[in-house]
Antibody, heavy 121, light 107 residues
Framework: EVQLVESGGGLVQPGGSLRLSCAASGFTFSSYAMSWVRQAPGKGLEWVSVISTSGGTTYYADSVKGRFTISRDNSKNTVYLQMNSLRDEDTAVYFC??????????????WGQGTLVTVSS | DIQMTQSPSSLSASVGDRVTITCRASQSISTYLNWYQQKPGKAPELLIYAASSLQSGVPSRFSGSGSGTDFTLTISSLQPEDFATYYCQQSYSTPITFGQGTRLEIK
């Protein structure tokens, strides 16, 4: 059974940093691209970042580019999101999501339960 | 960036109704279009990928169609568990973008 478990969310002040983790199990982690998607309270879904199977290729939404860094450790079956210079508008539930294989890696067939990040003074 | 526009934003319907939700892309995305269902407090779930392919385990009352810029999600006979918010998403290019969502409510 595929499982994605996020952790690391919490309350942080504006300008602060936080690192989210997503532990994966139930599939060959190193064979799939992984993404982070967020959802502000009461709002829709916003894609944040994607990382390739090896970690050598990453993409970011303009809203987080230069502030967030996605990475992965295939030996630990874990994907990370390092978030720096946090702003009020980064407040959201952050989901990690598994990409479908091959050229459909931007399609998400499994999602974690999400972790809440609150940016507030 | 490719903009995704869903209509309607909200919809009231009854159990047994046939419902259609539309999604329009700001440029052609071939069939790189997915549909997700999200219930309150839960993660989204993939329903339809590549515009018309039913994800494993999803009931056959869900179907998708379209290509290019115009797409539809149809639920043939609404069940109580289908009342949720539905999102389309383009997987044609980065940045990956979602529609604003369609909230399906019980009439």
């Amino acid at each position: 059974e595929v499982q994605l478990v996020e952790s690391g969310g919490g309350l942080v002040q504006p300008g602060g940093s936080l690192r989210l983790s997503c532990a994966a199990s139930g599939f060959t982690f190193s064979s799939y691209a992984m993404s982070w998607v967020r959802q502000a309270p009461g709002k829709g879904l916003e894609w944040v970042s994607v990382i390739s199977t090896s970690g050598g290729t990453t993409y970011y939404a303009d809203s987080v580019k230069g502030r967030f860094t996605i990475s992965r450790d295939n030996s630990k079956n874990t994907v990370y999101l390092q978030m720096n210079s946090l702003r009020d508008e980064d407040t959201a539930v952050y989901f990690c999501a598994k990409g479908v294989s091959g050229s459909y890696y931007k399609t998400f067939d499994y999602w974690g339960q999400g972790t809440l990040v609150t940016v507030s003074s | 960036d490719i903009q995704m526009t869903q209509s309607p934003s909200s919809l009231s319907a009854s159990v047994g109704d046939r419902v259609t939700i539309t999604c329009r892309a700001s440029q052609s995305i071939s069939t790189y279009l997915n549909w997700y269902q999200q219930k309150p407090g839960k993660a989204p779930e993939l329903l339809i990928y590549a515009a018309s392919s039913l994800q494993s385990g999803v009931p056959s009352r869900f179907s998708g169609s379209g290509s290019g810029t115009d797409f539809t999600l149809t639920i043939s006979s609404l069940q109580p568990e289908d009342f949720a918010t539905y999102y389309c998403q383009q997987s044609y290019s980065t940045p990956i973008t979602f529609g604003q969502g369609t909230r399906l409510e019980i009439k």
